[in-house]
T-cell receptor
Framework: EAQVTQNPRYLITVTGKKLTVTCSQNMNHEYMSWYRQDPGLGLRQIYYSMNVEVTDKGDVPEGYKVSRKEKRNFPLILESPSPNQTSLYFC?????????????FGPGTRLTVL | DAKTTQPNSMESNEEEPVHLPCNHSTISGTDYIHWYRQLPSQGPEYVIHGLTSNVNNRMASLAIAEDRKSSTLILHRATLRDAAVYYCILRPPGTAGNKLTFGGGTRVLVKP
């Protein structure tokens, strides 16, 4: 089954404790991205990657890092989480072959930083 | 980015059609119109897209105005499973269209 998986689905942590949220897709998609969703603000893009070893900032990259060493994986790293990073995070991927190709989203990771 | 305007919420009875409007008066000639929906506790999922002509798929129909300044997503027979937030999104072609800009969407409530 074609899918985007994220782990963990839920995470409660404390300020300053480094964490990684993993994202993996099995569709051989070139493009992957991370969004955060907050009430009243909608989904905002954090980082994206056009292919292996190619990453770039989205609209709200501060406090986050990403890497793309393999095509299928795109982990989101919070080196020193802060309470304002409490949010619902979604990973997404799409094929770049056509402009209108749909994006596939993961199930989300709900992060709480105390 | 061109902007979309949608009603905050709509209600429907089960098995009845739902017409979800979207205004996008500043759409450019090459922008695709995409619809995604987000079911409770899930990530957004693709519903349908179009450029100029009306489109149908197994989930819904998309009716696009002749001047492209508005569109309507049609759920032909709403089920309880269709209760979700529906987002109308404009996607420019090329790499600029990689980032999806989600607005507030329309929350659809389906009553049994």
């Amino acid at each position: 089954e074609a899918q985007v998986t994220q782990n963990p689905r839920y995470l409660i942590t404390v300020t300053g404790k480094k964490l990684t949220v993993t994202c993996s897709q099995n569709m051989n998609h070139e493009y992957m991205s991370w969004y955060r969703q907050d009430p009243g603000l909608g989904l905002r893009q954090i980082y994206y990657s056009m292919n292996v070893e190619v990453t770039d900032k989205g609209d709200v990259p501060e406090g986050y890092k990403v890497s793309r060493k393999e095509k299928r994986n795109f982990p989101l790293i919070l080196e020193s989480p802060s309470p304002n990073q409490t949010s619902l995070y979604f990973c997404a991927s799409r094929a770049l072959a056509r402009s209108y190709n749909e994006q596939f989203f993961g199930p989300g990771t709900r992060l709480t930083v105390l | 980015d061109a902007k979309t305007t949608q009603p905050n919420s709509m209600e429907s009875n089960e098995e009845e059609p739902v017409h979800l409007p979207c205004n996008h008066s500043t759409i450019s000639g090459t922008d695709y119109i995409h619809w995604y929906r987000q079911l409770p506790s899930q990530g957004p999922e693709y519903v349908i897209h179009g450029l100029t002509s009306n489109v149908n798929n197994r989930m819904a129909s998309l009716a696009i105005a002749e001047d492209r300044k508005s569109s309507t997503l049609i759920l032909h027979r709403a089920t309880l499973r269709d209760a979700a937030v529906y987002y109308c999104i404009l996607r420019p072609p090329g790499t600029a269209g990689n980032k999806l800009t989600f607005g507030g969407g329309t929350r659809v409530l389906v009553k049994p």
